[in-house]
T-cell receptor, first 109, second 114 residues
Framework: KNEVEQSPQNLTAQEGEFITINCSYSVGISALHWLQQHPGGGIVSLFMLSSGKKKHGRLIATINIQEKHSSLHITASHPRDSAVYICAVRQAAGNKLTFGGGTRVLVKP | NAGVMQNPRHLVRRRGQEARLRCSPMKGHSHVYWYRQLPEEGLKFMVYLQKENIIDESGMPKERFSAEFPKEGPSILRIQQVVRGDSAAYFC????????????FGSGTQLSVL
């Protein structure tokens, strides 16, 4: 079993829909990152969380440390949100990130 | 303030040749991480370096791979005697400190081994 599991693997939405991506992990962590990888391959860090909730524009990320679970929400989705969204955890001991397999999101106009 | 710069963007090598991938972190950042993304797979940690020191190389293959981050100049990921299985996208990221900090990623180097 992978230490970081994401669901769903693929998601198709109509423009304007609310999107939720889930991330579960099985190890103790010091922080969780949400990353966005566009079709061209570049990676952008969206959020880094260690507790609670963060919001940036139409994106909201939450984390529940007790349940070892995080969600990324996209409100009023737009075709430009089409990308792969990756959850990554920094384990409590050490500096390296362990990555989920990614969720491929396609938003249709 | 330029972001993390990786070059080249694309690198083609024949089997047995050497590949050198370069990463210049964001200005002021002294912590560099290298990750590999194999085709149709997720990202995997390779190595974490600070200036002149390798802190964690637990994700890097023991043979043929090496990394450095000298006092002056970019971080280099070196792959000797490349094989087809080394074909992947290699990403570098940097951070200001080694505590929980946002990471800034480069655009990656796509290595293709013929």
């Amino acid at each position: 079993k992978n230490e970081v599991e994401q669901s769903p693997q693929n998601l198709t939405a109509q423009e304007g829909e609310f999107i939720t991506i889930n991330c579960s992990y099985s190890v103790g962590i010091s922080a969780l990152h949400w990353l966005q990888q566009h079709p061209g391959g570049g990676i952008v860090s969206l959020f880094m969380l260690s507790s609670g909730k963060k919001k940036h524009g139409r994106l909201i990320a939450t984390i529940n440390i007790q349940e070892k679970h995080s969600s990324l929400h996209i409100t009023a989705s737009h075709p430009r949100d089409s990308a792969v969204y990756i959850c990554a955890v920094r384990q409590a001991a050490g500096n390296k990130l362990t990555f989920g397999g990614g969720t491929r999101v396609l938003v249709k106009p | 303030n330029a972001g993390v710069m990786q070059n080249p963007r694309h690198l083609v090598r024949r089997r047995g040749q050497e590949a050198r991938l370069r990463c210049s972190p964001m200005k002021g950042h002294s912590h560099v991480y290298w990750y590999r993304q194999l085709p149709e797979e997720g990202l995997k940690f390779m190595v974490y370096l600070q200036k002149e020191n390798i802190i964690d190389e637990s994700g890097m293959p023991k043979e043929r791979f090496s990394a450095e981050f000298p006092k002056e100049g970019p971080s280099i990921l070196r792959i000797q005697q490349v094989v087809r299985g080394d074909s992947a996208a290699y990403f570098c990221a940097s951070s200001l400190t080694d505590t929980n900090e946002k990471l800034f990623f480069g655009s990656g180097t796509q290595l293709s081994v013929l």
